[in-house]
């Protein structure tokens, strides 16, 4: 699909959460900022996903997490029984938005059964990492 293409599909969207609704439309008018927000899937890099705060599918919103804890899920499904049977751990820091995200992927995590386990306010990383590697069962995300 193209960029114009896609952000049609989000514009027309009934259940689009209502800010990102109205970003969208005061993309309509900017071609280039349409484009970027739209034109190729935000990547899952070695530290997880970073971007832009926004709709579309080159951005961070609730919905490229919950597309990337998808993939996550399914990959798991897929798995030997030892690794079905994982939990995962989700810390979240300061950054905009990160609880509603961290919320979000355990949300998408317990529509495949998949236990998680979601630190109850900020966390640095080196404290997520300890407890992955304490409870020896789970996954970090």
Not at 41 to 47: A, I, N, R
Not at 110 to 119: A, E, G, K, Q, R
């Amino acid at each position: 699909m193209s960029s114009k293409q896609l952000f049609k599909k989000w514009i027309h969207e009934k259940n689009l959460d209502e800010k990102l609704k109205a970003e969208l439309k005061d993309l309509a008018g900017d071609s280039q900022k349409l484009e970027d927000a739209f034109y190729a899937p935000l990547e899952f890099g070695t530290s997880g996903m970073r971007g832009i705060l926004g709709p579309g599918i080159n951005r961070m919103n609730i919905y490229t997490v919950r597309q990337a804890t998808e993939g996550l899920a399914r990959f798991m499904d897929e798995q030997d029984s030892e690794t079905k049977g994982r939990e995962i751990a989700i810390a979240y820091d300061c950054r905009h938005m990160s609880p509603e995200f961290a919320m979000e992927a355990a949300k998408t995590l317990d529509n495949h059964n998949i236990p998680s386990y979601v630190f109850e306010s900020l966390r640095p990383t080196p404290e997520l990492a300890f407890v992955v590697r304490y409870r020896k069962r789970l996954l970090k995300l």
